[in-house]
Structure formats: C-alpha cells, structure tokens
C-alpha cells in the first residue's frame, strides 16, 4: 500500500499498530471481527469478497483489529467490510484503513455503505451522502410478477458473461465483469429477454444467513419484480436478502414476499457520478459491501 493520506499528527494513536495488505491468513480473524459486531457474513462470504478484491488491516502485536477493503471495477472502486475492534475503536483507525486504501486507488471515483456511526469519518475524507440503500430479508413467499408479453426468462451461462457485462455496466457505471463471471460460479443466475433483446437479468446465490438475491438489473421496476419473483417462488419458505436502493418502487411488494425492511445504510461517493443509463437500473446489489 501506498502512505496513508491521514495527517501526520494522528501517528501517536497508532503507535505499536502494523498496518499491511490483507492475506488470506487474515480471512479468518476478519470473519471473527464481523461476528462481533453481529454481520451476517460467512467465512465464504469473506473468502468470495478477498478473491475480487484486496484489504488493508491492522494488527496489535499478532492480532488482528482492524479490516477494510476495496473492488477496483475501472470507473469506481467500491469500499467497504470495515470494521475496527471495539477495544481499539476511538483510535481513527477506520479512517487510516481508508485513507491507505483510497491511496492506493487509481479509480476516480470512490463508493461506500456507510452506517451511521461511519457516516462522518467517510464524509471527513470528501465522500458525500448519495442515496439510501434498504436492506429486506426474511422467509420468502410466491408471489406472482410476471413477464410482459414476448418476454422470457432463460438461465444465465458462461455464454452469456459479455450480455451480462453490457447490462451491468449500463446500470452501475462500473465494470465488473470478474464480479459477474465469479456470480456464476458461486450462484444461479436468469436473463430476460423480451423480443430476443437482453432488458435484465439477476441472480440468487448463498450468503449470510441464507441465501441473497442480487444484483438485479432491468429495464423498469415491473421486470425488476419479475426477476426476483422467480427466485422466491423456486425458494419459497428460505430465508432471502434483497438490498436495493429502490424502496419507493420495491419496498412495499418487497415486504409482502416476505422480506422485511431490516436495515438501511446511507451510499456516499467521492469523486466524479458515475455515467449509468437511465434505461437500465441496478435494482438490487451484489452486496452493501461490494455494491
């Protein structure tokens, strides 16, 4: 890692710390940080993270008390999994981890989830509050959404990883093709087309308490329905996640298929938008982490 941006005169509240890229010696105490403050995640979902991505942590002696990492997709890196011990919080060294990695980057743009107790050490390093992303889980219920007319739903393969791509990258603005290719390794995904033209597509994998729909990408808020309706009729009864950032449009249907609105998380960016079509939308997320 490059020399962290933070000013010089916060060195003393660092002292005895080693900061270092993450290895993958460090994916274990890293999932045991996230126990503790009671996140979801799985040593899998850790491991998925750490293989499209990289960290910086921070080490007291031989323990590990501090974790943060970032997806380089060309246009934005995304940030996030930052969690710092409670015996050593009250020490900015969350704003070190980030200061190092932001360093490091060569993305013009920056993208995060922040909690409310993050919001104002992310907002101190110029990211400014965007949108809200609410977080929906719970046993899922059947519910009917179907397509239009001339549209269908096929599933997703590894031939379909450049249709993918192109989707993804009108909707977010960031190019995320390893993210997509490694999502159909570990997951199940569906394309829909309508007419024979790709207008969006989703995917369903294991995650967390269960199992996590995302991302979902569509051409309106109807398909977006009909894309994650497919998962919760093939999975009715299972626990399912869902974090979008279109509640107005999904919320309430959301909560009728048995998700319930659990969380909320506030995105803020530094740095340029992004240059995302207004005629796909990103419905729904890889992960608040990942974005």
């Given at each position: ?117 993050g919001a104002g050490v ?129 919320g309430h249907w959301l ?37």
């Open positions: 890692m490059t020399q962290s941006t933070v000013e010089p005169a916060r060195d003393a509240a660092w002292a005895g710390l080693v900061f270092r890229p993450m290895r993958q010696e460090d994916l274990e105490p890293a999932w045991e940080l996230s126990q503790a403050v009671k996140w979801p995640h799985r040593l899998q979902d850790w491991r998925f993270a750490l293989d499209l991505g990289q960290g910086e942590v921070a080490l007291d002696g031989e323990r590990l008390i501090g974790v943060a990492m970032n997806w380089d997709f060309e246009t934005c890196v995304t940030m996030g999994l930052i969690i710092v011990s409670a015996t050593h919080r009250g020490r900015q060294i969350a704003s070190r981890l980030v200061a190092d990695l932001l360093a490091a980057s060569t993305a013009p743009t920056a993208l995060l989830h922040a909690t409310p107790d992310y907002a101190r390093q110029g990211f400014e509050t965007v949108i809200t992303i609410c977080q929906h889980q719970g046993a899922s219920v059947a519910v009917s959404a179907p397509v239009s007319a001339g549209c269908v739903l096929r599933p997703a393969t590894l031939a379909d990883l450049d249709t993918l791509h192109t989707l993804d990258f009108r909707a977010s603005g960031m190019s995320r093709r390893a993210a997509l290719r490694a999502l159909l390794d570990v997951g199940k995904g569906v394309i829909a087309e309508c007419g024979g033209v790709p207008v969006g597509f989703s995917f369903l994998r294991d995650f967390g308490r269960g199992e996590l729909i995302g991302p979902v990408v569509a051409s309106d808020t109807g398909l977006a329905k009909a894309l994650i309706a497919h998962w919760l009729a093939i999975r009715a009864g299972a626990f399912i996640r869902l974090d979008t950032p279109f509640e107005e449009e999904l909560v009728a298929s048995g998700l319930l609105k659990v969380d909320t998380v506030t995105r803020m960016v530094r740095g340029p938008g992004l240059a995302q079509d207004a005629q796909m939308r990103a419905y729904g997320l890889i992960t608040q982490a990942m974005a």
